[in-house]
Structure formats: C-alpha cells, structure tokens
C-alpha cells in the first residue's frame, strides 16, 4: 500500500518584482520519508520553503498539505496542522532563554504537562542546551541557536519538519551534531523536507532527492542513487 502524500508543490511560481525565483516547481514528500532539496545558493530553495510555510506570497501555483490546499494560509494556521519550519539563519528570540524560546514553540498547545514533558525531552536530544537552560538565546554559539531552533520546532509536535540550511555557517563538529539530531528526529516517525548545500551530507541521510537550479528542479530520485550520478558529483560535491 502506497504510503500518504503529506506534501505536495504543483507548479510553483514566486517572483520579487519582476524576477521569477521560482518557476514552476513541482515535487512531493510522502509520509514516513526524509526528502532532500540540494542546489547551489541562488537557486530559489529558500524561496520554495518560504511559499511552502506561508511566509512568501506565491505567483502561481498549488501547496498542498495533508491532501488539501494551504496556499495562502499563514504559518501560524499551518503549524496548528503540523508543519513547522526551522528557517535559514535560526531565528531565536534572542532577549529570552532557552527554556522560554522551548516554551514558545508550544504556543498552539496548552497541556502544561506536555509541555513540560516535551521541553526535558528537547533537553535530553541537546544536552547543552539543558547545561545553559536560563541562558539569553542572543548569548549562544551559532551551533547552540540551531540546536534551540530545531527544539523549539520539535515542540509543536510537528507531522513534517521543514529544515531551511542547517549547517550554514557551523563548524565541523557542529555540522556533524546537527545531522545525527535529523536522522534522530526521523526516526522517531517525523516527516522531513531538509533544504541543504551540503549536498554530500543531505544525500547521505535522505531517502529521495531533488535538485534545484535556477528556479527549478532540474532532477530527482533515490538519494543513494543520486550520490552515486556523476552529474551530481560534479556540480555539488566537487568532484
């Protein structure tokens, strides 16, 4: 039995005055799957997962989000649904701490023991962060700031967890950090849609890729697979 389409993009067009970003792009993540979208800055990968969370008004084009239309909803409705983002440059709340930006991810629940629950479960995939729990966000490494961003998404209890480049800027080990809590996320039964330069990285822990270029998807299929095309190799893993 074929398993559900969580999410599906239909021809999607976004444009910033007159320059078309993104133009026409379709591609899909069914439930149960960590779908990768690689290609080079500029591409329109972060265009697309703005449209996608509501943050980007759309030119033309269909999202589709558990079998029905969101184009046009705010992120706020789509994260009641169950679609988080942890977008490109981190976004934490920088004058509060770490417990409170925990907390603010849970905005759209109110069981106080789930919460809670939830928060020393976040602490227990980042033990750093419980280290540092009253400390302000603004105060913390890149690397800590992506780790409080994915926790803090993890807290809505998401069915698809959007990842918007979460290794730019860290260092190795931090990079390293970061795709062992992806893969940990997806195997506790996460849908995940991960944007990602690293394109060897992504590649290595998804299940399909799509390559983007120049606003649109230029290939797709079986990751492993994927790692393996010469082409790939020789446009994104320098080879």
């Known amino acids: 039995m074929a398993t559900p389409t969580l999410l599906k993009v239909s021809g999607l067009k976004v444009a910033y005055g ?7 792009v379709d591609f899909e993540v069914h439930e149960g799957e960590l779908v990768t979208l690689i290609g080079s800055n ?31 909803q705010g992120p706020w409705d789509l994260v009641k649904q169950g679609l988080a983002m942890v977008p490109e440059g981190r976004g934490v709340f920088a004058r509060m701490t770490i417990t409170e930006n925990l907390q603010m991810g849970a905005y759209i629940r109110t069981d106080k023991a789930g919460i809670a629950q939830d928060v020393e479960k976040v602490f227990g995939i980042f033990p750093r ?13 890149g690397g800590e700031q992506q780790m409080l961003a994915m926790g803090r998404a993890l807290m809505s209890r998401p069915k698809v967890l959007l990842l918007d480049e979460p290794s730019m800027g860290l260092s190795p080990i931090m990079v390293d950090k970061i795709f062992e809590v992806v893969r940990d996320v997806y195997a506790q039964g996460v849908t995940v849609l991960l944007v990602e330069q690293n394109a060897s990285r992504a590649l290595g822990i998804a299940n399909r890729g799509y390559v983007m270029e120049s606003g649109l998807i230029s290939m797709t299929g079986d990751a492993k697979e994927m790692l393996k095309d010469p082409k790939v190799r020789a446009a994104y893993l320098g080879e």
């Not at 007159?18 to 026409?24: C, F, P, R, Y």
């Not at 500029?42 to 996608?52: E, F, L, P, R």
């Open 18 to 24: 007159g320059i078309q970003a993104v133009k026409g």
């Open 42 to 72: 500029g591409a329109g990968k972060t265009t697309t997962m703005k449209a996608i969370t509501g943050t980007q008004a759309i030119a033309g084009g269909d999202i589709e989000y558990l079998g029905k239309s969101v184009k046009g």
């Open 129 to 141: 962060l419980k280290e540092r729990r009253d400390q302000l966000a603004g105060t913390m490494s």
